[in-house]
């Protein structure tokens, strides 16, 4: 028997437990893995590196998985093309540092439309970069103000385009919207349900992922500190 053969086998048996987790049995490696043999000599394959304690049968299926001796020699017998192994673990990890750096994007805008709701004491909200929606904060900011208390049509209303994101959002970019502060004042906002308010909005730039940051605040509202307040926490970026 040849033992390079077996080898293959036990490594063929270690890459399918490794990424299915399943047993498995001698016509899987038959099949899957292309040997030149017939079932029986893969079967005395498997049965003679079962005896020398490398696969073993876990339960009565007719499948075998690796032992830690069998692990041992395969990591000590390992003839991989290195060269493929390295560029596969350097894709995984730049695409890792892209969903990173995506995930931290979203944090720090996050926290942006917090303090913005914070201090501004109306809606604030920005869009998701990589990612067809918007996320806004402080809403029920919104709804207590005077003019919404008392018209209690238009405050739901304004609660439904939030709701209905997609729109909003494509209101959003067909705006001229850029590195500016710009006010779309009531009738001047291309949906008729926020009519009653004023958008107030800017384009941010963070680690080169573009978003759109902003405030929906009642037509009556502090305008110069707003700006303010938005021109400087876009300048925290």
Do not use: W
């Not at 040849?2 to 399943?22: G, N, Q, S």
């Not at 032992?67 to 060269?83: C, I, S």
């Not at 209905?164 to 949906?191: A, Y």
């Amino acid at each position: 028997m040849k033992m390079d053969r077996r080898l293959e086998v036990l490594k063929a048996i270690v890459k399918h437990f490794v990424d299915t987790a399943e047993p498995v049995g001698s016509n899987t490696i038959l099949v899957s893995y292309k040997f030149q043999v017939s079932p029986a000599t893969i079967r005395n394959d498997m049965a003679s590196l079962e005896k020398d304690g490398l696969i073993y049968q876990p339960h009565t299926s007719s499948g075998r998985v690796p032992t830690d001796l069998g692990y041992r020699l395969f990591v000590e017998e390992l003839n991989v093309n290195q060269d493929a192994v390295n560029k596969e673990a350097k894709l995984a990890i730049i695409q890792a540092q892209k969903q990173l750096a995506v995930h931290k994007v979203k944090q720090k805008i996050y926290d942006l439309v917090q303090m913005l709701a914070h201090i501004t004491g109306v809606a604030s909200f920005a869009t998701v970069p990589d990612s067809p929606r918007t996320f806004y904060i402080g809403l029920s900011n919104m709804i207590r103000q005077p003019e919404f208390i008392s018209d209690t049509n238009m405050a739901s209303q304004v609660i439904e385009v939030f709701e209905k994101n997609d729109r909003f959002l494509s209101i959003l970019q067909g705006l001229d919207i850029d590195d500016t502060v710009k006010f779309f004042i009531g009738r001047e906002n291309l949906i008729p349900e926020i009519q009653s308010c004023t958008l107030i909005v800017t384009q941010i730039d963070y680690l080169g992922h573009k978003a759109m940051l902003g405030l929906l605040a009642p037509t009556r509202t502090n305008y110069a500190f707003n700006k303010a307040v938005l021109e400087q926490i876009k300048s925290l970026i």
